[in-house]
């Protein structure tokens, strides 16, 4: 069964932080790219994160880079999202996803992932 079920949002300050987790099964786990998304009200859903589990190979989306990291522990099966510097337009809900595309191309690309959590909601207050 492909399960991912993520946790740590909440309610923060401008500059604050958080830490994202994703728990996945081990068939979701085999899926080479894991990565992270975020939909706020009224917008489309966007990449935020994404990393090949094998590799390591992390990439950002342009407006993250240097705030947001992106982790696994491949023993747990977890991959995390560290979220540094929050400013209140990261307000969204931030979904994890298992696939089977990942470079610095693909990895953005919604459709190529097959597998979603349920999500995990974060709010940034000024």
């Not at 966007?46 to 094998?54: I, L, S």
């Not at 696994?72 to 540094?84: E, F, G, P, S």
Request: aromatic residues 12%; charged residues 20%; hydrophobic residues 35%.
């Amino acid at each position: 069964q492909v399960q991912l079920v993520e946790s740590g949002g909440g309610s923060v300050q401008a500059g604050g932080s958080l830490r994202l987790s994703c728990a996945a099964s081990i068939a979701a786990y085999r899926r080479p790219c894991m990565a992270w998304f975020r939909q706020a009200p009224g917008k489309e859903r966007e990449g935020v994160a994404g990393m090949h589990t094998t590799t390591g190979s992390a990439y950002y989306a342009d407006s993250e880079k240097g705030r947001f990291t992106i982790s696994r522990d491949n023993a747990k099966k977890t991959v995390y999202l560290q979220m540094n510097t929050l400013k209140p337009e990261d307000t969204a809900m931030y979904y994890c996803a298992a696939g089977v595309a990942c470079d610095s191309g693909s990895w953005k690309r919604s459709d190529y992932y097959s597998f979603w959590g349920q999500g995990t909601l974060v709010t940034v207050s000024s």
